[in-house]
């Protein structure tokens, strides 16, 4: 065995050695704190993502705990979430409040709920449960008009819709047009390089063959009843599934067919009318209310205006105070005619509402989505 010879150090000499040469570098002491606070920014970014937006703490519900955001996190990303609002044409305060919906009814596909009108307004519902018990009125109507005017946006959102005429299903029903022609038809298949519908047939139901090349305009609605158009041409004729069919082009540019911007609700509401005049001209204009009534019945109503069934014969333009309620609430607007139709010894009026209270939009809008207490 070799010998090991073992030098000894005094102990002076450990003690200098573990000063002198043991050191700390001072740049990689910065950088290691640097990293370890960038470390918990961004934890501290991560949670407060994950809590519901600012404003819509719910915080303020009689009865109830708040909204947290302890079950309502991480259900989606909030960069998809913006991409869409964006998309869809939401504001800031919109796009909050979506957020804030969403989360509250623990949304895991936004898309899905978007394009789905029953899950939207089931999400909607219960915001609208949550405001509506807030103990303070003024910040509740706030959030109210921000939550309708979110979901009047969202009303017409083409958002998940298909894109091409290859995504159809089989017996879609469709629309043809073809001159002054007007054809229902039923999709048979879409799949191969061309859509293949019903031949068309006459009364008797003799086929039609309509000439190679021609130019169609068709038009078909989803399941959210959301309605589309294209134009095509026809291609050819075919059997398929030992159906006669008619082959036109597929198209990948489908327009959307736009709707009303207000959703609308038919019923039969009692209503009170005062004729409304307006004198002087400028800041020195004011409307003076007749005292006089007229009874009436509104046929349907949306935030924008209203159709009012009267025995009285009314002018198109003229300004009326209109006055019903909703549920145990008084509502109020002042709107105008727009168009009058007289059949027999009744009137129907469309009116567009000028001027209606924040408390009274909501009112409206809760009756129209069948939200609130009725």
Do not use: W
Not at 113 to 140: C, E, V
């Amino acid at each position: 065995m070799n010998n090991i010879n073992f030098i000894p150090l005094p102990l002076q000499s450990i003690e200098n050695f573990a000063i002198d040469d043991v050191k700390v570098d001072p740049i990689n002491l910065i950088i290691g704190f640097s990293v370890l606070a960038v470390f918990i920014i961004v934890i501290v970014i991560i949670n407060a993502a994950k809590k519901g937006p600012a404003g819509y703490s719910g915080k303020s519900v009689k009865g109830k705990s708040s909204v947290s955001s302890s079950g309502a996190s991480g259900f989606f990303s909030g960069l998809k979430l913006r991409s869409i609002a964006r998309n869809i044409g939401l504001d800031h305060e919109q796009t909050k409040m979506l957020d804030f919906v969403l989360k509250t009814d623990m949304v895991t596909d936004p898309e899905k709920s978007i394009a789905t009108p029953a899950l939207l307004d089931r999400h909607f519902r219960k915001t609208y449960r949550i405001f509506d018990q807030s103990s303070s009125y003024k910040d509740a109507q706030h959030k109210l008009a921000i939550m309708f005017s979110t979901r009047n946006m969202l009303e017409n959102c083409v958002i998940g819709s298909i894109t091409s005429t290859r995504q159809l299903k089989e017996d879609t029903a469709l629309i043809i047009t073809s001159g002054k022609e007007k054809l229902n038809l039923h999709v048979i298949t879409a799949k191969g390089d061309h859509l293949v519908v019903e031949t068309p047939k006459n009364v008797l139901g003799t086929q039609i063959k309509i000439a190679k090349g021609t130019r169609l305009t068709v038009m078909f609605f989803n399941k959210s009843n959301k309605g589309f158009s294209f134009e095509t041409r026809v291609i050819g004729y075919i059997s398929q599934y030992g159906q006669p069919g008619m082959q036109i082009a597929h198209s990948d540019h489908l327009r959307f067919l736009s709707q009303r911007r207000y959703r609308r609700r038919q019923g039969a509401i009692a209503c009170f009318m005062n004729l409304v005049y307006v004198e002087g001209s400028g800041k020195k204009q004011r409307l003076i209310v007749d005292k006089r009534k007229l009874n009436g019945n509104i046929a349907d109503i949306s935030v924008g205006g209203c159709s009012i069934k009267i025995m009285a014969p009314v002018q198109v333009g003229a300004k009326f105070k209109i006055e019903f309620v909703l549920g145990d609430t008084n509502v109020a607007a002042l709107g105008q005619v727009l168009r009058s139709n007289r059949t027999g010894m009744t009137t129907v009026i469309h009116i567009r509402f000028l001027r209606v209270s924040q408390k009274s939009m909501n009112t409206i809008n809760a009756y129209v989505y069948e939200y609130g207490r009725e």
